[in-house]
């Protein structure tokens, strides 16, 4: 069997250090962290495909702990200047400035995006992605939280979100507001779907 090249061997130790990471975060606050695991590369990669970095503006995300979608951001070709984290856990932030740091790393509670970010965007965002894990809140604090995003945006932007249940993390109609879903990503753990909402 042939040797691992050393950037291979270095991209798994980095990964279970991630994972490590996670674990010991969701075993502190299990309904604060949402996963056990970071979001697996089929999901991050579907999750990225739908902003497009032609668009101008900050790209906002949303709970990106140790940062797969964020790496999978800067692969669709979004400048990691052009990054705004928001990141509740003190230690995911840490490592996020280690990782981005041209990205603007925020630490705060993201259901409270509003009063966050609402004067500190220099023009509309192109784009909020979430890795929230929305279906552990109240239907109130969800629908503040995506208007809350959605009003940061410029109209027709992705508010990009993924679930692991069967149906939308924001449910019923919301007036004025598209949505569609992805095809159920098999290979993630578990398996999760993405949503994207737009407002006219």
Same mark, same amino acid.
């Given at each position: 069997?042939?040797?691992?090249?050393?950037? %291979?061997?270095?991209?798994?130790?980095? %990964? $279970?250090?991630?994972?490590?990471?996670?674990?010991?975060?969701?075993?502190?606050?299990?309904?604060?962290?949402?996963? +056990?695991?970071?979001? &697996?590369?089929?999901?991050?990669?579907?999750?990225?495909?739908?902003?497009?970095?032609? +668009?101008?503006?900050?790209?906002?995300?949303?709970?990106?702990?140790?940062?797969?979608?964020?790496?999978?951001?800067?692969?669709? &070709?979004?400048? *990691?200047?052009?990054?705004?984290?928001?990141?509740?856990?003190?230690?995911?932030?840490?490592?996020? $400035?280690?990782?981005?740091?041209?990205? @603007?790393?925020?630490?705060?509670?993201?259901? &409270?995006?509003?009063?966050?970010?609402?004067?500190?965007?220099?023009? *509309? #965002?192109?784009? +909020?992605?979430?890795? %929230?894990?929305?279906?552990?809140? *109240?239907?109130?604090?969800?629908?503040?939280?995506?208007?809350?995003?959605?009003?940061?945006?410029?109209? /027709?932007?992705?508010? +990009?979100?993924? @679930?692991? #249940?069967?149906?939308?993390?924001?449910?019923?109609?919301?007036?004025?507001?598209?949505?569609?879903?992805?095809?159920?990503?098999?290979?993630?753990?578990?398996?999760?779907?993405?949503?994207?909402?737009?407002? /006219?």
């Amino acid at each position: 069997m042939p040797p691992q090249s050393p950037s %291979l061997s270095l991209e798994k130790k980095i %990964l $279970r250090l991630d994972e490590v990471q996670f674990i010991r975060s969701w075993l502190d606050k299990p309904l604060s962290t949402g996963a +056990v695991m970071p979001s &697996g590369k089929d999901l991050a990669r579907t999750m990225a495909r739908y902003v497009d970095p032609a +668009v101008e503006g900050p790209v906002i995300e949303l709970g990106p702990g140790t940062g797969p979608v964020t790496e999978a951001l800067v692969e669709q &070709g979004v400048d *990691p200047a052009r990054l705004v984290l928001v990141e509740f856990n003190t230690r995911f932030c840490h490592l996020l $400035r280690a990782r981005y740091p041209d990205a @603007t790393v925020v630490r705060g509670d993201a259901y &409270g995006i509003g009063r966050l970010l609402g004067g500190m965007l220099a023009q *509309p #965002a192109a784009a +909020v992605v979430s890795s %929230l894990p929305l279906m552990t809140k *109240p239907f109130k604090t969800r629908l503040r939280l995506f208007n809350e995003a959605l009003e940061l945006l410029v109209p /027709g932007a992705p508010f +990009v979100q993924f @679930t692991y #249940a069967v149906g939308s993390p924001i449910p019923g109609k919301v007036k004025g507001v598209s949505a569609e879903a992805s095809e159920r990503i098999w290979l993630n753990l578990p398996p999760a779907r993405v949503w994207v909402y737009r407002k /006219g």
